[in-house]
């Protein structure tokens, strides 16, 4: 791995553990789903899911470390190669910019609420609980990550495009 390659994954991974920390007071409310999505895009999948470990890793440390923490890493590798087969498919869709944004950006919500029913399903699995109420129970928290994603995607896109895809690595 190149020196450039490691500061870009920290340099991002310090910008999520910021910016999860900013937004701590706000249960599921966060930019770093879109900025994962993001970065599985224009980067690639693996560097994107170092981001994630590293980001998840880091923050756990201030907001709280326990066994969870590997699952919310496990959780969202899943959602990311899901979102990248997804977001290919929506890239052979005739349709103008902004129209592939809006759509980026439902999609990208709709993995905020895949993220909370995978990690709900792992939570309900350990504990023993039943699958249906322990996802019902979380449902309020991961409809705020969907809305914040889909609020963040389309804010954050733009930037990132224009900072990551000159320098957009092979897959």
Not at 30 to 43: D, G, K, N
Not at 103 to 108: D, E, K, R, W
Not at 136 to 151: K, P, R, V, W, Y
Request: charged share 10%.
């Amino acid at each position: 791995m190149t020196t450039k390659r490691m500061s870009r994954i920290a340099m991002l991974a310090a910008l999520c553990v910021a910016s999860r920390q900013a937004f701590a007071s706000l249960p599921n409310i966060q930019p770093i789903t879109a900025i994962f999505l993001i970065c599985a895009v224009f980067l690639n999948l693996t560097d994107s899911i170092l981001i994630m470990a590293v980001t998840m890793l880091v923050s756990s440390f201030l907001l709280g470390f326990g066994p969870w923490v590997l699952w919310q890493i496990v959780s969202f590798a899943i959602v990311l190669v899901i979102w990248l087969g997804l977001y290919k498919l929506i890239q052979v869709l005739p349709l103008a910019k902004v129209h592939q944004l809006i759509i980026q950006s439902i999609v990208a919500a709709l993995m905020g609420i895949v993220y909370g029913v995978v990690i709900d399903s792992i939570g309900a699995l350990l504990y023993s609980m039943p699958w249906w109420s322990y996802v019902m129970a979380g449902l309020s928290f991961n409809l705020a990550h969907a809305l914040s994603t889909l609020i963040f995607y389309p804010l954050l896109e733009p930037i990132f495009r224009r900072l990551l895809f000159h320098e957009k690595v092979p897959h």
